[in-house]
């Protein structure tokens, strides 16, 4: 495949082609995303906590992310990168966003960055266009400003969340983001935003009717004791089955094997289960509704009633 670029994104928007994207934080992971076939990766701020051990994303520092994307770079140097700006890397001013923005491009070789918040950044996203470099905005659920709203909760389930995210869509596609992504939204709001907007929209865990999906790698491999969001899935046990295949195929001679192919482990697993998910993806099978978050009918009955919602 050829790496992906802001004309084929839109390409496949209009063609209903979804995106099937991970987040990686390091080399091997990447490099199994990119053997994989996944159209995009995200070197998350959520390594912070998959990888470092934070309580949150919001400890975790440019340094580290740079430190992330470098190595993610090397794994997958075919794929289209994007590096996530932490919390504290673009708020102070527009200058401190376009240096750091200009960080994940120069030291780690990204081809875009990723920063939360709507119309209250719109003049960082700006600069950081301005300057040339590619922007993802990032609506719905944002981590680093969960305590305005009062902890992890789905957005857009009323409809003053509602009209508050379509007008924050609005500020980005203005200040001029190529894509968005909606995080933590029932399938039929995440739906009319993905309707309203020119650029695509991307979802993690804004259910089946946006422009592509987005999942934590950790969280598709299980690896992440914490807590596992509604809306992933994990695809180890799809995975493994093919595994264990694979290792009887060659179970006679598997330590030869291993030597010659490096081929009967985790990579191997990880790869497939990365495999699975895209396939997934591209199919339209995943996200099933058990992994779309609900909606009351009253409150969605309020959404299709507003002159926001798309006729």
């Not at 740079?66 to 075919?78: D, S």
């Amino acid at each position: 495949m050829s790496k992906l670029n802001i004309f084929k994104m839109n390409a496949m928007k209009k063609e209903g082609i979804p995106v099937a994207w991970v987040t990686a934080y390091d080399y091997p992971m990447a490099y199994c995303a990119e053997k994989a076939g996944v159209d995009m990766i995200l070197v998350g701020d959520s390594g912070g906590m998959v990888q470092y051990g934070y309580s949150n994303t919001n400890p975790i520092v440019m340094d580290e992310m740079i430190m992330m994307a470098k190595a993610v770079r090397r794994g997958a140097p075919n794929t289209f990168i994007i590096g996530d700006m932490p919390q504290g890397s673009y708020e102070i001013s527009d200058e401190d966003a376009v240096r750091n923005a200009l960080r994940f491009i120069k030291e780690a070789g990204c081809d875009a960055i990723k920063l939360e918040g709507g119309c209250r950044v719109s003049s960082r996203i700006e600069a950081i266009v301005n300057s040339g470099i590619l922007v993802m905005g990032h609506l719905g659920l944002t981590p680093q400003s969960t305590q305005s709203f009062g902890g992890y909760k789905v957005q857009c389930k009323d409809l003053e969340s509602f009209v508050e995210t379509i007008d924050d869509a609005s500020c980005l596609e203005k200040a001029g983001v190529f894509s968005i992504l909606l995080e933590a939204i029932p399938t039929e709001p995440g739906w009319a935003i993905t309707k309203k907007c020119k650029v695509p929209v991307y979802g993690v865990g804004a259910g089946s009717k946006v422009d592509g999906q987005l999942l934590i790698m950790h969280d598709l491999l299980g690896l992440y004791p914490t807590f596992r969001p509604y809306f992933s899935k994990c695809y180890i046990p799809d995975a493994s089955k093919l595994y264990f295949q694979h290792i009887n195929n060659h179970a006679t001679n598997i330590i030869i094997y291993g030597r010659e192919t490096k081929n009967d482990g985790l990579l191997f697993l990880i790869t497939h289960a990365i495999e699975q998910y895209v396939k997934e993806v591209r199919e339209g099978i995943f996200p099933t509704e058990e992994f779309c978050y609900p909606i009351k009918k009253e409150e969605l009955d309020l959404l299709k009633e507003s002159d926001l919602w798309p006729k």
